[in-house]
């Protein structure tokens, strides 16, 4: 059973936006603190950003100012804003929530920054 699934992914050129957007169960988005994280071919997979369930954001200091995270309860959709795009940005991006006895990853979305 799929709970968390990313969408928006894309090709985009040097300085240009994207939206991932990342749906999951209503279960998740009561309560689970939830992230974006990013992972490049042959390397661990690195916090991007993450939200709780209260609204509270982190962000790695590489995307702070250029990302936003987002979440929308009653939509149960979780948002990664992604302004002024660098091509050390093209890697995939994952979604991910942790519960208490539980860690749910999406299947993620690739990113492409080039001209």
């Known amino acids: 059973q799929v709970e968390l699934e990313e969408s928006g992914g894309g090709l985009v050129q040097p300085g240009g936006s994207l939206r991932l957007s990342c749906a999951g169960s209503?279960?998740?988005?009561?309560?689970?603190?939830m992230h974006w994280y990013r992972q490049a071919p042959g390397e661990q997979r690195k916090l991007v950003a993450g939200?709780?369930?209260?609204?509270?954001?982190e962000y790695a200091d590489s995307v702070k100012g250029r990302f936003t995270i987002e979440r929308d309860k009653p939509r149960t959709v979780m948002y990664l804003k992604m302004n002024n795009l660098e091509s050390e940005d093209t890697v995939g991006y994952y979604c991910?929530?942790?519960?208490?006895?539980?860690?749910?990853w999406g299947q993620g979305t690739q990113v492409t920054v080039s001209s």
């Open positions: 939200i709780t369930s209260g609204g509270i954001t």
């Open positions: 991910q929530a942790q519960g208490d006895k539980e860690e749910l």
């Open positions: 209503p279960r998740i988005f009561r309560t689970y603190p």
